[in-house]
């Protein structure tokens, strides 16, 4: 069901839908309702299809209810199933009331089985209550940028005040997968624990190579949802079809026309040297890399920020290297001198009378910064 809703962010959308330029060709078309692809370490948008609309979002609620769990409880802690836990509707990991399991336990039966079952017993231990786990998922959506999404319980059944944007919930799994603990259970295809057997819902991960997982969903009123990710040549991406009842070959389909169409190109590699100003070696503090389709080009910037005149050590900070797509900045890594810098001639007895240059790799300058 498509929502109508005003577009609160649209001035922030718009911002990161900027990267979409006039040059993209359309190469890949999808049945859902509403779709983003996103290139998941530098989140710029490849495709999208109503990215703004708020709509129902069915069990990949379930992607912010394992990570509020994970950041906020602890996986050993033994959890007994209430009553309204073992006797909440659809899908279900057949939990017993009265029956113990660890959080961890829960947790693959929350993202494996689509448990909402699970998903209360686990609302329950870690926030006290449903309604309070509830207001910590809400909080978390707002702390990850989700400005247009709503939670109203922790397993995304239908209610008006439960919903989400493609396009947050792209952002969403932006954070999930930066979680390894969250990405051990999403990507493990089957799991025997305590004399239960549980498969995983996510057929992507049997079909396609490369797939990481995340979470499927499906409601009579919301349809058929997924948002998975996928990494190939060590680029990743992530995919949200909303309303999509052709949803594993459209991830596919997604998945082909991104990693074809947007090739990741590293720009910088931590350690690794740069530049080089006044005879002295540039080293990039961080990695960066930003998909770019064929004909767009980064442009590289050195911008220094102190003057490169000893006595300064391997490793100091000196400046940064800014990267823009059309005029546009779309990141910057810090730059580290490799090699010391020996005070002026005459004024070594200034600098505390034991200055001595070391050569050191760009590895342990970086070690030494970081």
Known sequence: MLKTFPFRRAGALALALAYLLAGRVRAVEVSASAAVLMDMDSGRVLYERNAGARMLIA??????????????????????????????????????EG????LETLLYGLL??????????VAEHVGGSVEGFVERMNETALEL?????????????????????????????????????????????????????????????????????LKTGYTRAAGRTLVSCAERN?????????????????HQSLYDYGFSA?????????????????????IAADSFAWPLAQGEVLETSVKLERDLTGPLRAGTRVGKAVFSLNGKEVGRVGLLIGSDISP?????????????????????????YR
């Open 145 to 213: 940028g989700m400005e247009d999404s709503s939670f109203a319980n922790p397993n995304g059944l239908d209610d008006e005040e439960h919903y989400s944007t493609a396009y947050d919930m792209a952002l969403l799994a932006r954070a999930a997968m930066g979680n390894e603990t969250l990405v051990r259970i999403a990507s493990t295809r089957t799991a025997t624990i305590g004399g239960r057997t549980m498969t995983n819902h996510n057929k992507l991960l049997r079909y396609m190579d490369g797939c990481l997982g």
């Open 262 to 282: 947007y090739p990741a190109k590293r720009m910088a590699q931590l350690g690794h040297e740069m530049a080089v100003e006044a005879g002295i070696p540039l």
């Open 112 to 121: 494996l089985c689509s448990g909402n079952d699970a998903a209360v017993a």
């Open 59 to 96: 069990s990949t609620t379930k992607i912010l209810t394992a990570l509020v769990a994970i950041r906020d409880g602890n996986l050993s802690d033994t959890v007994k199933v209430s009553r309204e836990a073992a006797y909440t509707e659809g899908s279900s990991m057949y939990l017993k």
């Open 344 to 368: 002026p001639p005459g004024e070594e007895a200034a600098s505390s009378g034991s200055w001595k240059p070391e050569v050191e790799t760009a590895m342990t300058v970086l070690r030494k």
């Open 234 to 250: 060590g680029q990743r991406l992530i995919a949200v079809t909303l309303q999509d009842g052709n949803d594993w070959a459209d």
């Open 99 to 102: 029956e113990e399991l660890t």
